[in-house]
């Protein structure tokens, strides 16, 4: 058998980059996924790329920031495979325009960062943990991100939800661990993401040669891949990992061991 037979999976944010790699690697093992997003053509490549495979996947169009939409994945994801072992609430955005200080930051640009990066993780947790305690149990992963511990300038409403992230995870985990519900955050630093090359493409020049810039300034000498967050996510899903719960793991190339005195500060862009 493959490792997650038989486990639905739950993955936001689960058509491009760290969420399409995490959703396609554990259809490869044998879950069944669902894929939350707004983003409805790559959704439907996504699935349609998992089912040619001889995966099983649900692809749900949703903002998984509002309650109704977050409500309907998890009732999705009952209706077509019985019900949601693993929830990995991955989604989140850091718009190009939202780089400004407390100042300049317009109230609107700060709700709705806070709602897909933080609220849409309460929503999407408190409809599937009534699904994970009918199965006994299982795990709910939050992507956090390197900036939930440390920040950089200009993302004050980014910086504000990850840390947010971190603090629910380890709030949500004391809760649930009595009912064999383990809840545990990731703080990926840069991985190459849509997102990492939107932010590359704005200092001008060529992206890939930004990005090895951004690379070489990791003691491992690149930026993380998809697939490195799908593998964590997997150890963490499964169980060789059941004694943890509560936890944050970084992922970031060993960026954050450098420290400022290092000379490293400033490349990094975040998840």
Same mark, same amino acid.
């Given at each position: 058998?493959?490792?997650?037979?038989?486990?639905?999976?739950?993955?936001?944010?689960?058509?491009?980059?760290?969420?399409?790699?995490?959703?396609?690697?554990?259809?490869?093992?044998?879950?069944?996924?669902?894929?939350?997003?707004?983003?409805?053509?790559?959704?439907?490549?996504?699935?349609?790329?998992?089912?040619?495979?001889?995966?099983?996947?649900?692809?749900?169009?949703?903002?998984?920031?509002?309650?109704?939409?977050?409500?309907?994945?998890?009732?999705?994801?009952?209706?077509?495979?019985?019900?949601?072992?693993?929830?990995?609430?991955?989604?989140?955005?850091?718009?190009?325009?939202?780089?400004?200080?407390?100042?300049?930051?317009?109230?609107?640009?700060?709700?709705?960062?806070?709602?897909? +990066?933080?609220?849409?993780?309460? #929503?999407?947790?408190? =409809?599937?943990? !009534?699904?994970?305690? &009918?199965?006994? *149990? @299982? /795990?709910?992963?939050? +992507?956090?991100?390197?900036?939930? #511990?440390?920040?950089? =300038?200009?993302? !004050?409403?980014?910086? &504000?939800?990850? *840390? @947010? /992230?971190?603090?629910?995870?380890?709030?949500?985990?004391?809760?649930?661990?009595?009912?064999?519900?383990?809840?545990?955050?990731?703080?990926? *630093?840069?991985?190459?993401?849509?997102?990492?090359?939107?932010?590359?493409?704005?200092?001008?020049?060529?992206?890939?040669?930004?990005?090895?810039?951004? *690379?070489?300034?990791?003691?491992?000498?690149?930026?993380?891949?998809?697939?490195?967050?799908?593998?964590?996510?997997?150890?963490?899903?499964?169980?060789?990992?059941?004694?943890?719960?509560?936890?944050?793991?970084?992922?970031?190339?060993?960026?954050?061991?450098?420290?400022?005195?290092?000379?490293?500060?400033?490349?990094?862009?975040?998840?």
């Amino acid at each position: 058998m493959a490792e997650f037979d038989d486990k639905v999976v739950i993955v936001t944010g689960g058509a491009l980059g760290m969420g399409g790699d995490t959703a396609s690697e554990f259809a490869r093992h044998g879950a069944s996924v669902v894929i939350a997003d707004l983003d409805s053509e790559a959704g439907r490549r996504r699935q349609s790329d998992i089912r040619g495979g001889g995966g099983s996947a649900l692809f749900v169009e949703s903002d998984v920031a509002l309650s109704g939409d977050a409500r309907n994945v998890v009732q999705s994801a009952v209706a077509e495979f019985g019900g949601v072992d693993i929830l990995f609430n991955n989604v989140g955005i850091q718009p190009i325009d939202s780089y400004r200080n407390v100042e300049d930051t317009p109230e609107e640009m700060w709700d709705r960062i806070l709602d897909v +990066n933080l609220k849409s993780y309460f #929503l999407m947790a408190k =409809y599937a943990i !009534p699904e994970l305690r &009918a199965r006994g *149990g @299982g /795990v709910i992963i939050n +992507n956090a991100s390197v900036q939930g #511990l440390q920040s950089q =300038y200009l993302v !004050p409403a980014y910086a &504000a939800s990850k *840390g @947010g /992230v971190l603090s629910f995870t380890r709030q949500m985990a004391l809760d649930y661990a009595p009912e064999n519900i383990r809840v545990l955050a990731i703080c990926p *630093g840069t991985i190459d993401t849509s997102m990492v090359r939107t932010v590359a493409a704005s200092e001008g020049g060529d992206i890939e040669e930004t990005l090895d810039r951004y *690379g070489a300034g990791h003691p491992i000498g690149r930026i993380g891949t998809g697939q490195d967050i799908a593998n964590l996510v997997m150890f963490l899903a499964g169980e060789k990992s059941s004694f943890m719960t509560g936890a944050h793991v970084v992922i970031d190339g060993g960026y954050m061991a450098l420290g400022a005195w290092a000379g490293g500060a400033g490349a990094d862009t975040g998840q």
